[in-house]
């Protein structure tokens, strides 16, 4: 059985960092995409990095310059790095995984996951 665990999220002061943590277990962890999405109150899930199992990186343009993905393919674990905080990225930060996705027009698309964790909150305050 697959499982995805978030950790690391917390409340932060705005121009923070936080470094978010997603363990996997019971998949092949290098055949996967990695992906980091997030849900604020009252708004819809929204894609905001990813790696692919070839290494390929994607974020959305609001954290470009700011947030940083990696992936340790020995410790399973895929990490988020997120400095300059603002308020505006407060929301429950939820961890995906996809299998074999490398498609560009796809690995931004929260359908195209097919497991995810339970999500871990990053509040920023101004």
């Known amino acids: 059985q697959v499982h995805l665990v978030e950790s690391g999220g917390g409340l932060v002061l705005a121009g923070g960092s936080l470094r978010l943590s997603c363990a996997a277990s019971?998949?092949?962890?290098?055949?996967?995409?990695m992906g980091w999405f997030r849900q604020a109150p009252g708004k819809e899930r929204e894609f905001v990095a990813t790696?692919?199992?070839?290494?390929?990186?994607y974020y959305i343009d609001s954290v470009k310059g700011r947030f940083i993905i990696s992936r340790d393919n020995i410790k399973n674990t895929v990490y988020l790095q997120m400095n300059s905080l603002k308020p505006e990225d407060t929301a429950v930060y939820y961890c995906?995984?996809?299998?074999?996705?490398?498609?560009?027009?796809?690995?931004?698309?929260?359908?195209?996951?097919?497991?995810w964790g339970q999500g871990t909150q990053v509040t920023v305050s101004s």
């Open positions: 995906a995984a996809a299998f074999l996705l490398e498609t560009p027009t796809l690995i931004m698309g929260a359908g195209s996951y097919h497991y």
């Open positions: 019971g998949l092949t962890f290098s055949n996967y995409a």
């Open positions: 790696s692919s199992r070839s290494g390929k990186i």
